[in-house]
């Protein structure tokens, strides 16, 4: 296996803007929630419409505590949306997908009066585009007028504009602009420009160049054509799973096992979680660590995966949604010192995003498990497991291999030579 490794903050996915809506796209007259109330910002539609020619994904990220607080409904929130959508097309814009988030913890309205981490200057809204459009958040950009726009990019470490009055004042992290208008000149200008290996952008480094290496590989795809030979293809799949294989970075592998060690001798809780062919290797995660890796080292290892409860998931996504199945969970059962083991094949899923983002925020260290880019998971564990490929069910055969070494390895480090000769692996 290869030690090589994607460096962090290097580029993989598609660059993005998330919008603010109201005081960014649309004057803020405060809780605008009819469409009477809509009025746009000069230059703002237009502005959207450079994005799009510039083939930039556009998304509208908006907080909507009016649905909370009762003074409209989720029904006029989309009705307003609809309108918004219908004038920008009659000017030759669009936005990709729109985001609000209709909670507050001051709400009066039952259903909606709590917190979320959808609500900015929480992440929600953020990941949710960036699994939505395919969008790599590091390398993209926010635009808002509050505070809380600018707590999201720096949640997601995009790049932020603030829309205010007054001249354009650069910070370290934040740009002020008067217009939307002005934060897309920047933002094209920005995209416009060569990038290095490590997603910095060249015109912020004087007399820098390019490196010879600076493109970044993409993941090889399979299959590049339609096979008539199983045989054949049962070759050339074998070759991609080993390839794949032998580009996880061994060193993560390392970093694993030593998280997973620890937190065993000190009697921790590890979870683990996943959906569908991913909930499956999450599953067996618990199955090979609570018996296997038990034989022969008298080690009690707690594990418990959170996928395996049909009543407690469908309960979860019935009343709160899917997006918190394996977060909530999390709030009940997980304390500080534990440990999360996250398989994801795009390390997209947004349950998987919020786990790792929860556990993040309440000392829970976590093994995140992905292919493709990675997606966020692969920024937000505390050890990335990365298999380099853009097939689900080589990620997935590659993701079940490195949970048996790894469950594997951790038992063989706690038996004697004669032990590990002598016993059935």
Known sequence: MSGHSVQPGQVRGRRGVLLDRDGTIIVDSGHVGRVDDVVFLDGAIEAIARLNAAGIPVAV????????RGFYEL???????????????????HVDAWFYCPYHPDGIVAAFARGSSDRKPGPGMAVAAAATLDLELSSSWVVGDSEADLGMARAVGASAFLVAEGACVATPDVVTVTSLEDAVDAILAQNAAPETCLGERLDQRPGATAPADAAVPAAATFPTHRYRDACAFATDYADELSRALAAVDTASFEAAAALLNAAYERGATVFSCGNGGSASIANHFQCDHVKGVRLGTGLLTRVQSLSTNVEILSAIANDLGYDEVFDYQLESLARPGDVLVAVSSSGRSPNIVRALQWCAAHGVQTVAFSGFTGGPSRELATVSIHVDSTNYGVVEDAHQACMHLLAQFVRQSRMSDAAVTGGVF
Do not use: F, I, S, Y
């Open 61 to 68: 990220v908006t907080n909507q505590a009016g649905v909370a």
């Open 75 to 93: 029904e006029d929130v989309e009705l307003v949306h609809k309108h918004m959508a219908a004038e920008m097309a009659r000017h030759g814009a």
